[in-house]
């Protein structure tokens, strides 16, 4: 079995290299006679030189222009984060006055509490007044 295997294997490693040989640098025909490049071939490798290189160009144009798009961008992104950050930032600072004023406010009024609650006992009118209010 391993016979067969070895000789089927060196029968198409044969066959293969004749197709290797065919072919040679620059081309050929099938008599191995050169091909002539003609000026029609040149034409038209000089008129796609020229092509190439107008892609060339707008490729450098597009390229260009991305450039300045992602630019602006980052301008935008740039300016819309800092627009967060100024909104952050004015939010905290407005509100810690008010809430200083309203920390005063709540000591005001526990005081307010206290001293009526203190001054209830003396003052039964008072007294009563607070009580149905809910501060007794």
């Keep these: 079995m391993n016979k067969y295997f ?13 197709f290797a040989q065919d072919k040679q ?3 050929s ?3 191995n006679t050169p091909i002539p490049f003609t000026l029609g071939d040149r034409d038209r ?7 190439q290189r107008a892609y060339e160009y707008r490729f450098d144009a597009i390229d260009k222009r991305l450039d300045s798009l992602q630019t602006l961008i980052y301008f935008a992104l740039g300016a819309i984060f800092s627009m967060f950050g100024f909104i952050l930032w004015d939010r905290r600072s407005y509100m810690k006055p008010i809430k200083a004023e ?3 406010q709540k000591e005001k009024i526990k005081l307010i509490e206290q001293i009526l609650k ?4 003396d ?14």
């Design 6 to 18: 070895v000789i089927l294997i060196i029968i198409l490693a044969s066959s293969f290299s004749g």
């Design 25 to 27: 640098a620059g081309g």
């Design 29 to 31: 025909s099938v008599d």
């Design 45 to 51: 490798l000089v008129r796609l030189e020229a092509n």
């Design 102 to 104: 309203q920390e005063n």
């Design 118 to 121: 203190e001054s209830s006992t």
């Design 123 to 136: 003052i039964s009118k008072l007294f009563e007044v607070l009580k149905t209010h809910g501060f007794l």
